[in-house]
Protein backbone atom coordinates (compact mmCIF):
# COMPACT_ATOMS: atom_id res chain seq x y z
CA UNK A 1 0.00 0.00 0.00
CA UNK A 2 2.91 2.71 0.79
CA UNK A 3 4.17 1.52 -2.40
CA UNK A 4 1.13 2.34 -4.47
CA UNK A 5 0.74 5.86 -2.64
CA UNK A 6 4.18 7.13 -3.09
CA UNK A 7 3.75 5.96 -6.85
CA UNK A 8 0.54 7.88 -6.98
CA UNK A 9 2.15 10.98 -5.30
CA UNK A 10 4.97 10.95 -8.38
CA UNK A 11 2.37 10.22 -11.14
CA UNK A 12 0.58 12.84 -9.55
CA UNK A 13 3.90 15.51 -9.64
CA UNK A 14 4.21 14.34 -13.54
CA UNK A 15 1.02 15.20 -14.71
CA UNK A 16 0.62 18.43 -12.86
CA UNK A 17 4.00 19.93 -14.05
CA UNK A 18 2.26 19.82 -17.32
CA UNK A 19 -0.52 21.86 -16.71
CA UNK A 20 0.96 24.06 -13.41
CA UNK A 21 3.59 26.44 -15.44
CA UNK A 22 5.47 27.78 -12.62
CA UNK A 23 6.33 31.74 -12.13
CA UNK A 24 8.28 32.96 -14.93
CA UNK A 25 6.76 35.24 -17.40
CA UNK A 26 6.00 33.50 -20.40
CA UNK A 27 4.40 31.04 -17.34
CA UNK A 28 2.41 33.93 -15.86
CA UNK A 29 1.04 34.43 -19.57
CA UNK A 30 0.40 30.89 -19.96
CA UNK A 31 -1.59 30.83 -16.96
CA UNK A 32 -3.68 33.68 -18.21
CA UNK A 33 -4.42 32.00 -21.37
CA UNK A 34 -5.62 29.08 -19.61
CA UNK A 35 -7.65 30.80 -17.09
CA UNK A 36 -9.43 32.77 -19.94
CA UNK A 37 -10.65 28.95 -21.48
CA UNK A 38 -11.86 27.86 -17.63
CA UNK A 39 -14.00 30.86 -18.59
CA UNK A 40 -16.04 30.04 -21.58
CA UNK A 41 -19.39 28.55 -20.54
CA UNK A 42 -19.22 25.89 -22.83
CA UNK A 43 -16.29 23.97 -24.87
CA UNK A 44 -16.87 21.57 -28.19
CA UNK A 45 -13.23 19.72 -28.71
CA UNK A 46 -11.63 16.93 -31.35
CA UNK A 47 -8.74 14.77 -30.54
CA UNK A 48 -6.80 12.87 -32.89
CA UNK A 49 -3.55 10.83 -32.40
CA UNK A 50 -1.84 7.87 -33.54
CA UNK A 51 1.19 5.31 -31.62
CA UNK A 52 3.69 3.52 -33.66
CA UNK A 53 5.54 0.78 -31.69
CA UNK A 54 8.14 -1.04 -32.60
CA UNK A 55 9.42 -4.20 -30.08
CA UNK A 56 11.18 -7.69 -31.24
CA UNK A 57 11.05 -6.90 -34.72
CA UNK A 58 7.17 -6.03 -35.13
CA UNK A 59 5.71 -2.70 -35.59
CA UNK A 60 2.13 -1.73 -34.88
CA UNK A 61 0.40 1.37 -35.49
CA UNK A 62 -2.57 2.40 -33.59
CA UNK A 63 -4.54 5.61 -34.37
CA UNK A 64 -7.55 6.90 -32.18
CA UNK A 65 -10.39 9.75 -32.44
CA UNK A 66 -12.10 12.00 -29.81
CA UNK A 67 -15.01 14.45 -29.54
CA UNK A 68 -15.19 16.09 -26.12
CA UNK A 69 -18.01 18.27 -24.31
CA UNK A 70 -17.87 20.63 -21.47
CA UNK A 71 -20.05 22.83 -19.86
CA UNK A 72 -18.21 25.13 -18.01
CA UNK A 73 -16.29 22.75 -14.63
CA UNK A 74 -19.20 21.33 -13.59
CA UNK A 75 -19.96 18.66 -16.72
CA UNK A 76 -18.86 17.21 -19.74
CA UNK A 77 -18.71 14.18 -21.55
CA UNK A 78 -15.63 12.38 -23.69
CA UNK A 79 -15.36 9.99 -26.16
CA UNK A 80 -12.73 8.10 -27.82
CA UNK A 81 -12.83 5.24 -30.51
CA UNK A 82 -9.34 3.03 -31.21
CA UNK A 83 -8.34 1.39 -34.28
CA UNK A 84 -5.46 -0.96 -34.96
CA UNK A 85 -5.52 -2.24 -38.56
CA UNK A 86 -3.63 -5.34 -37.96
CA UNK A 87 -6.01 -6.48 -34.89
CA UNK A 88 -3.31 -7.09 -31.95
CA UNK A 89 -3.71 -4.11 -29.80
CA UNK A 90 -7.39 -4.31 -29.09
CA UNK A 91 -9.04 -1.24 -27.40
CA UNK A 92 -12.86 -0.98 -26.84
CA UNK A 93 -15.00 1.81 -27.42
CA UNK A 94 -13.95 4.57 -24.40
CA UNK A 95 -17.20 6.87 -23.09
CA UNK A 96 -16.94 9.21 -19.78
CA UNK A 97 -19.41 11.81 -18.36
CA UNK A 98 -17.94 14.04 -15.83
CA UNK A 99 -20.57 15.46 -13.26
CA UNK A 100 -19.78 17.46 -10.10
CA UNK A 101 -15.96 16.42 -9.99
CA UNK A 102 -16.49 12.29 -10.85
CA UNK A 103 -15.68 10.64 -14.19
CA UNK A 104 -17.82 7.66 -14.65
CA UNK A 105 -16.79 5.39 -17.84
CA UNK A 106 -18.64 2.82 -19.28
CA UNK A 107 -18.18 -0.55 -17.71
CA UNK A 108 -18.28 -2.01 -21.44
CA UNK A 109 -15.00 -0.25 -21.35
CA UNK A 110 -13.21 -2.58 -18.69
CA UNK A 111 -15.09 -5.43 -19.33
CA UNK A 112 -14.13 -5.74 -23.03
CA UNK A 113 -10.02 -4.32 -22.38
CA UNK A 114 -10.25 -8.30 -20.84
CA UNK A 115 -12.55 -9.95 -23.26
CA UNK A 116 -11.56 -8.17 -26.43
CA UNK A 117 -7.64 -10.17 -25.44
CA UNK A 118 -8.80 -13.34 -24.92
CA UNK A 119 -9.11 -13.10 -20.67
CA UNK A 120 -11.73 -13.16 -18.55
CA UNK A 121 -13.56 -10.49 -17.30
CA UNK A 122 -13.71 -10.33 -13.19
CA UNK A 123 -17.29 -11.73 -12.16
CA UNK A 124 -17.42 -8.82 -9.63
CA UNK A 125 -17.03 -6.05 -12.39
CA UNK A 126 -19.54 -8.01 -15.30
CA UNK A 127 -22.22 -8.62 -12.59
CA UNK A 128 -21.99 -5.15 -11.13
CA UNK A 129 -25.83 -3.67 -12.26
CA UNK A 130 -24.77 -0.77 -13.02
CA UNK A 131 -23.60 1.20 -17.10
CA UNK A 132 -21.17 3.60 -15.73
CA UNK A 133 -18.05 3.48 -13.34
CA UNK A 134 -17.38 6.35 -11.60
CA UNK A 135 -14.17 6.76 -9.43
CA UNK A 136 -14.33 8.80 -5.92
CA UNK A 137 -10.81 10.14 -5.53
CA UNK A 138 -10.96 12.06 -2.15
CA UNK A 139 -9.90 14.72 -3.21
CA UNK A 140 -11.48 18.01 -1.62
CA UNK A 141 -12.92 19.36 -5.52
CA UNK A 142 -14.89 22.27 -4.10
CA UNK A 143 -11.48 23.70 -3.03
CA UNK A 144 -10.48 23.42 -6.23
CA UNK A 145 -13.62 24.86 -7.81
CA UNK A 146 -13.07 27.32 -5.61
CA UNK A 147 -9.59 28.36 -6.66
CA UNK A 148 -10.87 28.37 -10.85
CA UNK A 149 -12.16 32.06 -9.25
CA UNK A 150 -9.06 33.73 -8.99
CA UNK A 151 -7.46 35.40 -12.30
CA UNK A 152 -4.14 33.40 -10.27
CA UNK A 153 -5.65 30.56 -10.09
CA UNK A 154 -2.89 27.79 -11.51
CA UNK A 155 -0.02 29.91 -9.99
CA UNK A 156 -2.16 29.47 -6.41
CA UNK A 157 -2.61 25.72 -7.03
CA UNK A 158 1.08 25.62 -8.16
CA UNK A 159 1.80 26.76 -4.99
CA UNK A 160 -0.75 24.67 -3.25
CA UNK A 161 1.49 21.51 -4.80
CA UNK A 162 4.54 22.44 -5.12
CA UNK A 163 5.45 25.40 -2.36
CA UNK A 164 8.25 27.84 -2.78
CA UNK A 165 9.59 25.31 -5.22
CA UNK A 166 10.24 26.52 -8.72
CA UNK A 167 9.04 24.08 -11.16
CA UNK A 168 9.15 25.64 -14.05
CA UNK A 169 8.42 24.83 -17.68
CA UNK A 170 10.62 25.14 -20.88
CA UNK A 171 8.24 27.14 -22.24
CA UNK A 172 8.86 29.34 -25.25
CA UNK A 173 6.32 32.13 -26.00
CA UNK A 174 5.87 33.51 -29.07
CA UNK A 175 2.65 35.64 -28.62
CA UNK A 176 0.29 33.86 -28.23
CA UNK A 177 1.68 30.30 -29.28
CA UNK A 178 3.96 28.54 -26.20
CA UNK A 179 5.87 25.87 -27.27
CA UNK A 180 8.28 23.16 -25.45
CA UNK A 181 11.11 21.27 -26.87
CA UNK A 182 12.83 18.40 -24.18
CA UNK A 183 15.00 15.75 -24.52
CA UNK A 184 15.25 12.35 -22.16
CA UNK A 185 17.31 14.35 -19.57
CA UNK A 186 15.56 17.15 -19.32
CA UNK A 187 12.42 15.37 -18.99
CA UNK A 188 13.50 13.06 -15.99
CA UNK A 189 15.08 15.87 -14.54
CA UNK A 190 11.67 17.90 -14.99
CA UNK A 191 9.66 15.12 -13.24
CA UNK A 192 11.79 14.43 -10.28
CA UNK A 193 12.02 17.88 -9.55
CA UNK A 194 8.21 18.01 -9.70
CA UNK A 195 8.02 14.85 -7.74
CA UNK A 196 10.24 16.11 -4.49
CA UNK A 197 8.83 19.60 -4.82
CA UNK A 198 5.40 17.85 -4.45
CA UNK A 199 6.34 15.32 -1.67
CA UNK A 200 8.40 17.78 0.32
CA UNK A 201 5.20 20.16 0.28
CA UNK A 202 3.01 16.94 0.23
CA UNK A 203 1.66 18.25 4.33
CA UNK A 204 0.07 21.51 2.76
CA UNK A 205 -1.67 19.98 -0.36
CA UNK A 206 -2.74 17.56 1.60
CA UNK A 207 -4.80 19.35 4.04
CA UNK A 208 -5.68 21.96 1.32
CA UNK A 209 -6.58 19.53 -1.11
CA UNK A 210 -8.01 16.47 1.41
CA UNK A 211 -5.73 13.68 -0.26
CA UNK A 212 -6.40 11.43 2.93
CA UNK A 213 -2.76 10.99 3.39
CA UNK A 214 -2.02 10.14 7.47
CA UNK A 215 0.77 11.65 9.00
CA UNK A 216 3.27 8.22 8.94
CA UNK A 217 2.13 7.81 5.66
CA UNK A 218 3.23 11.06 4.23
CA UNK A 219 7.19 10.64 6.76
CA UNK A 220 7.04 7.30 4.58
CA UNK A 221 6.72 8.85 0.91
CA UNK A 222 8.99 11.57 2.02
CA UNK A 223 11.22 8.99 2.88
CA UNK A 224 11.50 7.19 0.01
CA UNK A 225 11.36 9.94 -2.36
CA UNK A 226 14.43 11.87 -0.72
CA UNK A 227 16.59 8.12 -0.28
CA UNK A 228 19.66 8.19 -2.48
CA UNK A 229 17.95 5.45 -4.26
CA UNK A 230 15.74 7.74 -5.66
CA UNK A 231 18.36 9.79 -7.72
CA UNK A 232 20.02 6.35 -8.91
CA UNK A 233 16.29 4.96 -10.07
CA UNK A 234 16.63 8.53 -12.01
CA UNK A 235 20.33 7.80 -13.01
CA UNK A 236 19.22 4.49 -14.52
CA UNK A 237 16.50 5.81 -16.39
CA UNK A 238 18.84 8.63 -18.17
CA UNK A 239 20.16 5.80 -19.55
CA UNK A 240 17.60 3.79 -20.58
CA UNK A 241 15.36 6.54 -22.41
CA UNK A 242 18.58 8.21 -23.93
CA UNK A 243 17.64 9.71 -27.12
CA UNK A 244 13.80 9.89 -26.29
CA UNK A 245 11.77 13.62 -27.07
CA UNK A 246 9.07 15.88 -26.25
CA UNK A 247 7.44 18.47 -28.00
CA UNK A 248 4.47 20.59 -27.86
CA UNK A 249 2.69 23.35 -29.45
CA UNK A 250 -0.56 25.09 -27.74
CA UNK A 251 -2.15 28.00 -29.49
CA UNK A 252 -4.92 30.33 -28.38
CA UNK A 253 -6.88 32.76 -29.29
CA UNK A 254 -10.31 34.53 -27.93
CA UNK A 255 -12.65 31.82 -29.54
CA UNK A 256 -10.25 28.34 -30.12
CA UNK A 257 -7.24 26.52 -28.89
CA UNK A 258 -5.16 24.17 -30.46
CA UNK A 259 -2.24 21.89 -29.23
CA UNK A 260 0.33 19.46 -30.84
CA UNK A 261 2.17 16.87 -29.10
CA UNK A 262 5.06 14.69 -30.42
CA UNK A 263 6.45 12.54 -27.68
CA UNK A 264 9.11 9.63 -28.91
CA UNK A 265 10.38 7.31 -26.50
CA UNK A 266 13.44 5.42 -26.92
CA UNK A 267 13.41 2.55 -24.74
CA UNK A 268 17.35 1.41 -25.03
CA UNK A 269 16.83 -2.70 -26.21
CA UNK A 270 14.20 -2.68 -25.65
CA UNK A 271 11.20 -0.96 -27.80
CA UNK A 272 10.58 2.41 -29.65
CA UNK A 273 7.55 4.21 -29.14
CA UNK A 274 6.46 6.99 -31.07
CA UNK A 275 2.88 9.58 -29.43
CA UNK A 276 1.54 12.18 -31.14
CA UNK A 277 -1.94 13.69 -30.24
CA UNK A 278 -3.72 16.89 -31.88
CA UNK A 279 -6.26 19.03 -29.97
CA UNK A 280 -8.59 21.78 -31.48
CA UNK A 281 -11.52 23.45 -29.06
CA UNK A 282 -13.60 25.97 -29.69
CA UNK A 283 -15.78 28.32 -27.63
CA UNK A 284 -19.89 26.72 -27.53
CA UNK A 285 -22.98 27.61 -26.32
CA UNK A 286 -23.90 26.05 -23.33
CA UNK A 287 -26.50 22.72 -23.12
CA UNK A 288 -28.16 20.51 -20.93
CA UNK A 289 -25.83 17.31 -20.43
CA UNK A 290 -28.00 14.15 -19.90
CA UNK A 291 -25.72 12.05 -17.30
CA UNK A 292 -26.93 8.35 -17.34
CA UNK A 293 -28.59 7.13 -14.53
CA UNK A 294 -27.60 3.89 -14.58
CA UNK A 295 -24.00 4.76 -12.66
CA UNK A 296 -22.39 4.14 -9.32
CA UNK A 297 -19.45 5.73 -7.49
CA UNK A 298 -16.83 3.63 -5.91
CA UNK A 299 -13.93 4.19 -3.83
CA UNK A 300 -10.18 3.82 -5.12
CA UNK A 301 -9.81 0.46 -3.05
CA UNK A 302 -13.47 -0.66 -4.15
CA UNK A 303 -12.82 -0.54 -7.66
CA UNK A 304 -9.35 -1.87 -7.51
CA UNK A 305 -11.26 -4.88 -5.75
CA UNK A 306 -13.57 -5.10 -8.74
CA UNK A 307 -10.85 -5.82 -11.23
CA UNK A 308 -9.12 -8.31 -9.38
CA UNK A 309 -10.34 -11.90 -10.18
CA UNK A 310 -12.34 -13.14 -7.59
CA UNK A 311 -9.99 -16.31 -6.83
CA UNK A 312 -7.48 -13.82 -6.26
CA UNK A 313 -9.29 -11.96 -3.87
CA UNK A 314 -10.75 -15.05 -1.60
CA UNK A 315 -7.30 -16.07 -1.28
CA UNK A 316 -6.37 -12.68 -0.42
CA UNK A 317 -8.59 -12.97 2.59
CA UNK A 318 -8.15 -16.16 3.56
CA UNK A 319 -4.25 -14.95 3.79
Keep these: MKLKKTLSVIMAATLSMFTIAGCSSE ?45 GQDQGYVEFKFN ?6 NIPELKIYMDKGIAYMNKSYYVNNFTAN ?10 LPYEYIGIDSGMDMSAIKEMTKSPDYLANLGKMIFGDNKV ?8 REYSINMNSDEMIELVAKAAKAMVNNLDSSNSGL ?5 AQTIKDIQKSVNDPSF ?13 STLTTKETFSDKDYKSEMNMNLQIKDMAKISIKVNTTSAKAEAKNIEIPSSKTTLKQDEFIKLLVPEEVNNNATAA
Design 84 to 89: DASGKI
Design 118 to 127: GATAPAGLVN
Design 168 to 175: DLPLVQNG
Design 231 to 243: NDALNQAKTLMQG
Design 210 to 214: NLGFD
Design 27 to 71: AMSYSKEINNLAKWEATNSEFTGEVNIEAQGETNKLTFTGTSYNK
